[in-house]
Each structure stands twice: as structure tokens, then as C-alpha cells.
């Protein structure tokens, strides 16, 4: 089945993920009602993902949504380095092995 690509808009969501709530609110993150900024690449990523929750995105995918100059797989995985560093909780992106990043929200 294939999965759309991502639009890369900046929707405001709210999650559980990993029993945490998460909110996106412009370029803030409320995790656990705690406000955490992130920086435009991470976020760019974590949009994307959020978009399509359960949805695997492939490095290629998510570099189409980076700004700026940065693209390719390095920069993908870098964004998602400092992503999962700011947020500080394991499970809000989860590695899909040889084929890219998934958000994976908590079933209501």
C-alpha cells in the first residue's frame, strides 16, 4: 500500500504518544504540559510524521519537507537526532529499519 507524501503544512494536532500528550502549536511542542521549542528542522519533521500518523516516511520523504538548504539523509537523520534529544521521550518516533521514521499516536 503506498502512503501519500507528506504536504508539509503546519497543522496544530494534539496526541497521546508513548502515554505522553503532545501538543504541536506553531513551532512549540507541549509535551506533558511542558512547552519545548524546537528548532525548523526538527519540527518540519515531527509535522510530517504527525501528518500521517502510522504511516512509515522514508528519508527522502521527510527531506522534501526540511527548509532551507537542508536536504538529503543526513539531514533527516540529524533532525531527528535533535528531535528525539529535545522531546526526551523514547517511542514519539520510532526507526523503521532500511525504510525510514514512523509517529506512532497511542490508540485512543
Known amino acids: 500500500m503506498s502512503v501519500p507524501a507528506p504536504q508539509c503544512v503546519h497543522i496544530d494536532s494534539t496526541f497521546t504518544v508513548a502515554g505522553h500528550g503532545l501538543e504541536i502549536r506553531g513551532d512549540t511542542v507541549v509535551l506533558d504540559n ?10 518540519a519533521v515531527l509535522r510530517a510524521l504527525a501528518e500521517q500518523p502510522g ?8 527531506a ?6 537542508e536536504s538529503g539523509r543526513h539531514a533527516v537523520e540529524m533532525a531527528v537526532t535533535r528531535l528525539r534529544s529535545l522531546l526526551r521521550v ?14 506512532s499516536p497511542d490508540l485512543p
Open 55 to 62: 504511516a512509515v516516511l522514508t528519508r527522502e520523504e521527510l
Open 64 to 69: 522534501d519537507c526540511l527548509p532551507g538548504h
Open 90 to 103: 523514547a517511542g514519539i518516533v520510532q526507526t523503521v529499519v532500511k525504510r525510514g521514521y514512523r509517529f
Open 34 to 43: 511542558k512547552s519545548v521549542t524546537l528548532p525548523p528542522a526538527p519540527m
